[in-house]
């Protein structure tokens, strides 16, 4: 059900695999020379060591028989350096080439190929399976030292949710043993009517979701969880602590829109110089349904590929270093450095399409009129806003100072704004990282998210 960037443009996608066709071939015909090459050389090598095996042959009982012996062996040997040597020489050039021109057909691959599937690269045990929203168990299979699960909700971004997993397996692997990741379906899997009423999958929505896995996980073990926002859920989970504050024992987001007042943005910006109708317009312009036979059939839904193309355009700088070093690397044969970039824009390219309700709900609610913070959020007939956190809660917030999606002070600029939480209960961290890096980075997991754990693990319920 999800698409995928390539088909995007159709005849760009055939043009440039026609291109990579071309690529491979003459990789291909240049090899087989090649090859053709070193069969002559070898050719070339035994007629050597017939005609001295016939030296041998002829000497074989003469007096000189010992010492045409020994010249025989160092002049097949010599014979043996020479050829592979030569060997080398006349493949190198034809070797370099075939590696360059499959390189560059690799490379086409990420524009003209469906990437693989998606999904989570440990397998999980579903808890909960909501309408937009899947609860996975990863605990480590051990005794437990705390009574808390870890809950990391992954962001509804126009991907899939594998984005987070190495954030919680870190987690995990780092002394938070009970975690559970929340998967976001992709909107053709949302059905529009649920045991007969219409399934609503806006900001209240999302919210009654949350409610109910954060009240399934202190089910199972009697303690509330740490709830873990990376990106876009962070509103959206402060917005259910504060409604329902025994179901989190702390909360903490990583490169989240916390607060789009804090600092200025290019989203942030955007939004409020095209106000509100844009949103309306763009979902009703570029909108579109789920075709019958699916089980969102009949949901508005946001093409995702036009939210991964805006991406693209966003980042370009940085996409556009990311993909000249990722062609490099297929054409030297860096095979290791090459394999990760390629998982990742893989990973890049493969689009989930959107609710239209949420997304027009997230863009007006966070990006234009920072309800949250100015505590203007109407949700479940209360008005509610970033003073009514919990103060019994303790919070930790991580941004990036390269973050162009939700720049660092919009990352962490709601943690001065709440009350009653004592200073000793509060985290903030700046890294020099993009907003990626804030989930990939392996320097990022080691000096900073060791940091959160022991911070929760302090705070956890033995």
Same mark, same amino acid.
Request: proline letters at 5%.
């Given at each position: 059900?999800?698409?995928?960037?390539?088909? $995007?443009?159709?005849?760009?996608?055939?043009?440039?695999?026609?291109? @990579?066709? !071309?690529?491979?071939?003459?990789?291909?015909?240049?090899?087989?020379?090649?090859?053709?090459?070193?069969?002559?050389?070898?050719?070339?090598?035994?007629?050597?060591?017939?005609?001295?095996?016939?030296?041998?042959?002829?000497?074989?009982?003469?007096?000189?028989?010992?010492?045409?012996?020994? $010249?025989?062996?160092?002049?097949?040997?010599?014979?043996?350096?020479?050829?592979?040597?030569?060997?080398?020489?006349?493949?190198?050039?034809?070797?370099?080439?075939?590696?360059?021109?499959?390189?560059?057909?690799?490379?086409?691959?990420?524009?003209?190929?469906?990437?693989?599937?998606?999904?989570?690269?440990?397998?999980?045990?579903?808890?909960?399976?909501? /309408?937009?929203?899947?609860?996975?168990?990863?605990?480590?299979?051990?005794?437990?030292?705390?009574?808390?699960?870890?809950?990391?909700?992954?962001?509804?971004?126009?991907?899939?949710?594998?984005?987070?997993? *190495?954030?919680?397996?870190?987690?995990?692997?780092?002394?938070?043993?009970?975690?559970?990741?929340?998967?976001?379906?992709?909107?053709?899997?949302?059905?529009?009517?649920?045991?007969?009423? *219409?399934?609503?999958?806006?900001?209240?929505?999302?919210?009654?979701?949350?409610?109910?896995?954060?009240? !399934? $996980?202190?089910?199972?073990?009697?303690?509330?969880?740490?709830?873990?926002?990376?990106?876009? /859920?962070?509103?959206?989970?402060? !917005?259910?602590?504060?409604?329902?504050?025994?179901?989190?024992?702390?909360?903490?987001?990583?490169?989240?829109?916390?607060?789009?007042?804090?600092?200025?943005?290019?989203?942030?910006?955007?939004?409020?110089?095209?106000?509100?109708?844009?949103?309306?317009?763009?979902?009703?312009?570029?909108?579109?349904?789920?075709?019958?036979?699916?089980?969102?059939?009949?949901?508005?839904?946001?093409?995702?590929?036009?939210?991964?193309?805006?991406?693209?355009?966003?980042?370009?700088?940085?996409?556009?270093?990311?993909?000249?070093?990722?062609?490099?690397?297929?054409?030297?044969?860096?095979?290791?450095?090459?394999?990760?970039?390629?998982?990742?824009?893989?990973?890049?390219?493969?689009?989930?399409?959107?609710?239209?309700?949420?997304?027009?709900?997230?863009?007006?609610?966070?990006?234009?009129?920072?309800?949250?913070?100015?505590?203007?959020?109407?949700?479940?007939? @209360?008005?509610?806003?970033?003073?009514?956190?919990?103060?019994?809660? /303790?919070?930790?917030?991580?941004?990036?100072?390269?973050?162009?999606?939700?720049?660092?002070?919009?990352?962490?600029?709601?943690?001065?704004?709440?009350?009653?939480?004592?200073?000793?209960? @509060?985290?903030?961290?700046?890294?020099?990282?993009?907003?990626?890096?804030?989930? *990939?980075?392996?320097?990022?997991?080691?000096?900073?998210?060791?940091?959160?754990?022991?911070?929760?693990?302090?705070?956890?319920? *033995?």
């Amino acid at each position: 059900m999800p698409n995928t960037l390539n088909t $995007l443009a159709p005849a760009v996608a055939t043009s440039l695999q026609s291109v @990579r066709s !071309t690529l491979d071939l003459s990789a291909e015909m240049v090899g087989l020379g090649n090859r053709w090459s070193l069969l002559w050389l070898d050719s070339l090598t035994a007629a050597g060591s017939i005609g001295l095996e016939m030296w041998r042959f002829l000497m074989t009982g003469t007096v000189v028989e010992r010492p045409a012996g020994l $010249l025989a062996e160092s002049l097949e040997g010599m014979e043996r350096e020479m050829a592979r040597a030569m060997a080398d020489v006349l493949s190198l050039p034809a070797r370099r080439y075939e590696r360059t021109r499959h390189g560059e057909a690799e490379f086409l691959k990420l524009f003209c190929e469906a990437p693989p599937c998606q999904g989570f690269n440990e397998t999980g045990t579903v808890l909960l399976d909501l /309408p937009g929203m899947r609860l996975i168990d990863l605990s480590k299979e051990q005794r437990h030292e705390i009574g808390n699960y870890t809950v990391v909700f992954a962001p509804r971004a126009g991907h899939h949710s594998n984005i987070a997993e *190495r954030v919680a397996l870190f987690m995990r692997d780092s002394g938070l043993t009970r975690m559970a990741i929340v998967e976001q379906k992709c909107a053709q899997e949302i059905p529009l009517y649920v045991e007969g009423r *219409r399934h609503h999958e806006d900001f209240e929505g999302q919210v009654e979701q949350y409610r109910a896995i954060l009240e !399934t $996980l202190k089910d199972r073990t009697g303690h509330p969880a740490h709830l873990v926002a990376v990106c876009q /859920p962070g509103p959206l989970l402060m !917005t259910t602590l504060i409604l329902f504050p025994h179901l989190g024992r702390t909360f903490g987001s990583a490169g989240a829109p916390m607060n789009t007042d804090a600092e200025r943005g290019f989203l942030s910006d955007f939004a409020r110089a095209m106000g509100e109708p844009y949103i309306d317009l763009l979902t009703t312009v570029l909108g579109s349904r789920v075709p019958p036979g699916l089980p969102g059939e009949g949901r508005a839904v946001y093409d995702g590929r036009l939210q991964v193309l805006g991406f693209y355009i966003l980042g370009m700088p940085q996409h556009f270093d990311n993909l000249k070093k990722l062609l490099t690397d297929l054409r030297d044969g860096n095979e290791e450095t090459a394999s990760r970039q390629m998982a990742f824009y893989q990973w890049y390219n493969y689009s989930h399409d959107f609710p239209a309700s949420f997304l027009r709900d997230t863009y007006k609610k966070v990006f234009v009129r920072n309800e949250l913070i100015r505590g203007a959020m109407m949700i479940q007939g @209360r008005r509610i806003g970033v003073k009514d956190y919990p103060a019994s809660v /303790p919070i930790w917030a991580l941004g990036g100072t390269k973050d162009n999606i939700a720049p660092c002070g919009q990352a962490i600029g709601h943690v001065d704004l709440i009350e009653g939480v004592a200073p000793s209960d @509060r985290l903030v961290l700046r890294c020099d990282a993009g907003h990626m890096g804030l989930f *990939r980075s392996r320097t990022v997991l080691d000096r900073y998210y060791s940091r959160i754990i022991r911070f929760l693990l302090e705070r956890s319920d *033995r």
